[in-house]
């Protein structure tokens, strides 16, 4: 399905973020803004929830643990209980650098993966983009348009806001 | 809102723009190789050859081919091991401690100093595979039942926690500097022009647009990554002191390995990281990047760890004394007046009394001095791995088993051959990856300079109006007192 945006580039990201509560304060609807590196403040403005991915990172780091503790309890301890040192068969002070090390592995690969599957991030052939200057220096805010919305006006708030320039771009696949 | 110093100086220098940021990175990614890379790209590839060389006579003709024998089973190998995972801390200190503590300074040298973690690493972890003698079987580290029978692993061991230790730091640094890399790598693939290099970068950059939420999703996960990060980096080098201080060896059962081990590696890694930034910023122009700002503070961080160091030496000899052991004493005496007692010299030299020159402020802000500096405490840290792992090991409890070591030419090979293997990875790294972050420093770009932004934008048409975020303008420095 083909879609329709009207762009406002902005030069700076102080001016983009005061737009971006102007232009959602006078009832426009904003699809999505890009920017060539993060900006502060700009979740608030834009009414982004707070990640959820920091919960997600500490359940998988306690799958981690929990995992860790069971290989080594079972394999030492029940499978094939040996004596090493004169130690018990689980001696568990001994286990603690592998389940730390457990704990981590899991946590940071189970949120990294969970992170690239959510925003949807795999190599692609070739990946359209609404302007190239988005990743150099240039603040892209995108609104969705069709064939009923007043270009005139939505140009002339997102002028007056300080955008630089006005673009309409189409996109069949975003 | 970031609050801004009237008399730091600024991070980034030369007036730059955000878009001068991008063109001054991308400038060697996208230009043809020139001829002093591919210079150094040959000598490193010559170094490569003999790694090749020396790894296929150590394989082909056994362990025989090093210079180990009865007493001294542990040599070379292992202080170079230790040597290059000590190295590769820095780079994870880099861009996970001074992260958690708002070093905004870090952002221009974290994208290098995580590459050299990365093939530090790699580098670190041919010693172990390849002293294993069969490096195809090196999967039987891991908790496979023996032969596929019946015996676990070892959970008792330091070495098998070190194999958990590197193969989690290995990954987790990895995946930590991927992510970093993926929206500079789309930042490149919007401005390439040839067609493999748009197919490469796209693959590279994995679809990322620079969306809002992508970005708020990126920073948490950053955060968290430097959260987990550090303890991890800590623990990696703990555990490393670990395969010495479980042992019942004198001179290395002792209780202060771990953060001394952990104080050499950040040392050992600032001194590298200094080495290799001074020559990345006069090859590739970073001058304006990789500030002398930089140079000191990284050189002011050798210093400390550098006497941390120093200080672990003279509480293992006060240690050595007061405990009253007379196997510990003369490990220690051995130590600094036996026959290595000229490796002690240079391991004191190197690290001790060489880095206290940094205290002079002339010396942390001259270019020349700091690169002889960071090559010294390079070699000064290899020599202290060296002198505790072959002194500690060749005059233990029986003098009729006491032994000197010599390296053979294959040992020297695999140990000149890594920093071939190193060289290579991180000019490769240099050519075709971005060597500085340029999402993360066009973020603190603003804010970097004695009164506000220098960056008013590219057109003076639309020069930006003086934005106003929660009625504070956006150029002023924070006044914590009444705006929090």
Same mark, same amino acid.
Do not use: L, Q, R
């Given at each position: 399905m083909t879609k329709r945006f009207a762009l406002g580039i902005f030069e700076d990201e102080d001016v983009l973020l005061h737009a971006v509560e102007n232009v959602r304060e006078a009832g426009v609807k904003i699809y999505e803004v890009f920017t060539p590196f993060p900006i502060h403040g700009i979740d608030d403005a834009l009414g982004i929830e707070r990640s959820r991915l920091p919960i997600a990172a500490f359940f998988f780091g306690l799958t981690g643990l929990a995992f860790a503790l069971w290989m080594q309890i079972y394999m030492l301890g029940f499978d094939w209980p040996m004596i090493i040192g004169g130690?018990?068969?689980?001696?568990l002070p001994a286990f603690i650098p592998v389940s730390f090390e457990l704990t981590v592995l899991f946590c940071c690969h189970g949120m990294v993966i969970t992170f690239y599957t959510i925003s949807k991030l795999y190599p692609r052939w070739k990946t359209p983009v609404l302007d190239v200057r988005s990743t150099d220096d240039k603040f892209v805010m995108a609104i969705e348009v069709n064939e009923n919305t007043d270009m005139t006006k939505l140009t002339q708030i997102l002028r007056e806001n300080g955008a630089s320039e006005v673009n309409q771009k189409e996109m069949s696949k975003f | 809102m970031q609050h801004v110093s009237p008399v730091r100086e600024p991070l980034? %220098? *030369? *007036?730059? %723009?955000y878009h001068d940021v991008t063109q001054d990175v991308c400038r060697q990614v996208e230009a043809a190789p020139n001829i002093r890379w591919m210079a150094a790209l040959s000598v490193a590839l010559l170094l490569l050859g003999v790694f090749f060389y020396s790894v296929y006579r150590t394989l082909w003709y056994g362990i025989g081919e090093w210079g180990l024998n009865k007493t001294i089973g542990w040599a070379w190998d292992i202080t170079n091991f230790v040597w290059w995972v000590g190295i590769g801390h820095a780079g994870t200190l880099i861009s996970a401690v001074l992260l958690l503590f708002r070093q905004k300074w870090r952002t221009s040298i974290n994208r290098a100093a995580e590459a050299m973690t990365i093939f530090a690493v790699i580098c670190a972890a041919m010693f172990p595979v390849l002293h294993m003698g069969r490096p195809w079987l090196a999967y039987w580290v891991f908790p496979l039942q023996n032969t596929f029978g019946s015996l676990w692993v070892n959970f008792n061991s330091p070495l098998l926690w070190d194999v958990f230790a590197i193969s989690t730091y290995f990954t987790v640094s990895l995946v930590f500097w991927y992510t970093g890399l993926v929206p500079d790598f789309a930042t490149i693939r919007d401005r390439a022009k040839g067609p493999i290099a748009k197919v490469a970068y796209s693959m590279l950059s994995m679809g990322w647009k620079g969306s809002a939420k992508h970005w708020s999703r990126y920073e948490t996960v950053s955060l968290i990554l430097a959260g987990v990060s550090t303890p991890l980096v800590l623990s990696v080098h703990t555990i490393v002191s670990m395969d010495f201080a479980t042992s019942v060896v004198p001179g290395w059962h002792t209780t202060i390995f771990p953060p001394y081990f952990v104080a050499g590696a950040i040392f050992s890694g600032f001194a590298m990281v200094l080495t290799l930034m001074l020559i990345t910023r006069v090859v590739f122009k970073l001058e304006d990047y990789i500030t002398i700002e930089h140079i000191a503070l990284m050189n002011k961080i050798m210093m400390v760890t550098g006497s941390i160091v120093g200080v672990a030496y003279i509480t293992e000899f006060f240690i050595a004394w007061y405990s009253q052991v007379e196997y510990e004493s003369y490990a220690f005496i051995n130590r600094a007046t036996g026959p290595y007692w000229w490796a002690y010299a240079a391991m004191m030299t190197c690290n001790v009394i060489t880095p206290q020159l940094v205290w002079f402020r002339k010396v942390r802000y001259s270019i020349p001095l700091t690169f002889i500096l960071s090559i010294i405490v390079n070699i000064g840290m290899w020599f202290e791995r060296f002198v505790i792992i072959v002194t500690s090991l060749h005059r233990d409890y029986l003098p009729s088993s006491w032994a000197m070591f010599s390296p053979t030419i294959i040992d020297v090979g695999i140990y000149v051959g890594t920093i071939g293997l190193f060289f290579t990875l991180f000019l490769l790294f240099a050519k075709f990856f971005p060597v500085i972050n340029m999402a993360e420093v066009k973020a603190v770009l603003k804010y970097t300079v004695d009164n506000g932004p220098t960056y008013t934008g590219h057109d003076p048409h639309h020069a930006p109006k003086p934005a106003t975020t929660h009625g504070v303008p956006a150029s002023a420095p924070v006044n914590y007192d009444k705006h929090d």
């Open positions: 130690k018990p068969h689980i001696a | 980034v %220098t *030369g *007036g730059k %723009t």
